[in-house]
């Protein structure tokens, strides 16, 4: 077991993963140790799947590693060298769409960057 601090309300909770999203048991505020307050609305269901995108031209592999109906999450093996608020195009299977990146994050030992992409409509 991990021990956690509720950015909320700074009481301690515990968990098995850093990366999942879970209330806190004190003021229900939805959270991960590793991202912080959740800022989706959607239902997130965990999600493992290689996905391609591209910007400016270049094609970028990746992998997901939660989804929900208006954005997904990703993990990739290099740095992002993506600005917040750019549009890239994600490559599902046969379907294409537009995504704005929403955040990205890459920590000191970390092995992948990770980022979320909002769907555009």
């Not at 991960?32 to 996905?51: A, T």
């Not at 400016?56 to 208006?70: D, G, H, V, Y």
Request: charged fraction near 30%; glycine fraction near 6%.
């Amino acid at each position: 077991m991990i021990r956690i601090e509720c950015p909320n309300c700074k009481r301690d909770s515990y968990t098995l993963s850093v990366e999942n999203f879970r209330p806190c048991p004190y003021c229900n505020v939805t959270f991960s140790g590793k991202f912080g307050i959740d800022r989706r609305n959607d239902f997130r269901k965990k999600n493992d799947r290689p996905l391609v995108f591209s910007y400016n031209q270049n094609k970028i592999k990746a992998r997901t590693f939660n989804k929900s109906l208006n954005g997904v999450g990703i993990k990739i093996k290099d740095n992002l060298h993506i600005s917040r608020g750019d549009i890239v195009n994600v490559d599902f299977g046969r379907y294409r769409l537009k995504a704005k990146l929403m955040w990205s994050k890459r920590k000191n030992g970390d092995l992948y960057s990770t980022a979320g992409l909002k769907f555009l409509k």
